[in-house]
């Protein structure tokens, strides 16, 4: 390496042994697909042991009250309080940035294309909550969790999908993504109206002040991230203690988040060309140093107003929203302690097999119902390489309901008993889901094996020497 490459070599791409052998390592799990299902899974897993080995450490830490005091303002809340309220804010706001995207430059931007899939999860969305009923609307404590089976995990349903390469189509792909992605709509929809305490007026109006402001801000061209990071916050604030779920103030937040840059592409390379240039001239100036500075900043700036809003926050945020946040929620939530529990009554109690089989049952039945109605009354299109087995594989790992399934059973039950029943018919339903899901999708054909056997039906295929 020459003098000039060690100058300019930053400590990440060293090969100083943290960053060669653990940070590099990392990064690069981190942009694997079902990474973050992985870590989520793990993250379950250590709630359930910390849960059953270590009961009461594991209750006792998450009900830790912390108390945050800025002038007359006074919160505290559990450490699990602090998670499910606080943090799973950035994880709605990276679903609301992906919402916002989908409905404006993807598959839900054009109607015809975002009926089929928005059909389907209608159908995934009914049809669970109906079986929940039909199991366990008569248990007492137990009606209000239709909402629990409702929901499809993005990180775990496209983690499973990616580890099926090309022998699930592209447009399938596109199909569960937009099918999951208007789910969350829906499950947002439920959180907001069904699941919220008593409104308390003044507060949420002034959340909706703060919103309307953010909008303003950015019509009128205020660029400056802490000033959206600060009205955030006071958004996040009054929707908290509006009585209404403070998680969808990350959604409303992330709706609002521009899609497209400040700087097209065009004006990017003008106003790069310009800066360049201007550097170019003044390069055999006495102050070029703080020329060669000046420049690279102002060039900076340039090329970081050449990149959406939503872009760069989906950057940063969604390694945190996939790696810390939701793993953090996965601690704190899925720690069910058997203690106590016959498990042979757990696992066939009314609850249990209300939630499991929603989630199992309900989203093959309804997604695959609904696809079929689409279809057949023309509103919808099945995607190109894509048949019913695959649509009913699909609708399986549709019923991986992890995160947002927790979340909602944290929401619905005041009996802990009924809560933990209802995560135990999600860790059975979502598990049989993927699978199940993942054993139809294996099945299929990739794209050259698919051309192989179309050969071999015209007799093409090469004749043996």
């Excluded at 993807?106 to 015809?112: Q, R, V």
């Amino acid at each position: 390496m020459s003098d000039n490459e060690r100058v300019h070599e930053t400590w990440l791409h060293s090969d100083r042994p943290v960053a060669a052998k653990f940070v590099r390592p990392m990064l690069r799990f981190t942009h694997i697909a079902a990474a973050g299902g992985v870590v989520l899974l793990v993250a379950a897993v250590i709630a359930l042991i910390w849960a059953n080995l270590f009961g009461e450490s594991y209750t006792n830490f998450w009900a830790t009250e912390v108390a945050f005091v800025f002038g007359p303002i006074h919160l505290a809340e559990s450490l699990k309080a602090i998670v499910n309220d606080a943090l799973m804010v950035i994880f709605f706001f990276v679903v609301g940035l992906e919402i916002k995207r989908e409905l404006v430059v993807g598959e839900l931007k054009d109607k015809k294309k975002a009926a089929l899939p928005a059909i389907a999860a209608l159908g995934g969305m009914i049809v669970p909550a109906l079986i929940f009923i039909a199991f366990a609307g008569g248990v007492a404590g137990a009606s209000n969790g239709w909402g629990v089976p409702m929901a499809t995990d993005i990180a775990f349903s496209v983690g499973v999908i990616s580890l099926l390469g090309n022998r699930v189509s592209v447009g399938a792909k596109l199909f569960l993504l937009a099918l999951a992605i208007t789910d969350d709509i829906g499950a947002i929809a439920v959180i907001a109206i069904f699941y919220s305490d008593s409104i308390a007026m003044g507060y949420l109006v002034s959340g909706i002040v703060g919103l309307g402001l953010i909008y303003l801000a950015g019509k009128v061209g205020i660029r400056h991230m802490g000033f959206y990071i600060v009205m955030g916050v006071v958004v996040w604030f009054f929707i908290f203690e509006s009585g209404v779920h403070a998680t969808l103030a990350g959604v409303a937040l992330g709706l609002l988040t521009p899609v497209f840059p400040y700087y097209s592409d065009d004006e990017y390379y003008r106003r790069s060309r310009s800066i360049i240039g201007r550097y170019q001239m003044d390069s055999a100036s006495p102050l070029k140093r703080d020329r060669v500075d000046h420049g690279a900043l102002e060039l900076a700036k340039v090329a970081q107003e050449s990149v959406s809003p939503l872009d760069r926050l989906e950057t940063v945020l969604h390694p945190w929203s996939a790696f810390v946040v939701v793993p953090l929620f996965a601690l704190a939530n899925a720690g069910v302690s058997f203690e106590g529990i016959n498990i042979g009554e757990a696992v066939t109690s009314a609850v249990t097999l209300g939630v499991a089989a929603g989630l199992f049952v309900g989203k093959i039945v309804g997604i695959t119902l609904f696809t079929w109605i689409a279809v057949k009354t023309g509103m919808g299109r099945l995607p190109e390489r894509t048949g019913w087995s695959q649509i009913v594989g699909l609708g399986a790992l549709a019923g991986i309901g992890f995160t947002v399934s927790l979340f909602v059973s944290e929401l619905a039950f005041d009996d802990l008993e009924i809560t933990n029943l209802a995560k135990i018919g999600i860790f059975m339903g979502s598990g049989l889901s993927g699978v199940v899901g993942y054993m139809l999708l294996a099945r299929g054909k990739t794209h050259a094996e698919e051309i192989d056997a179309a050969k071999d039906d015209l007799g093409l295929s090469p004749v043996p020497q």
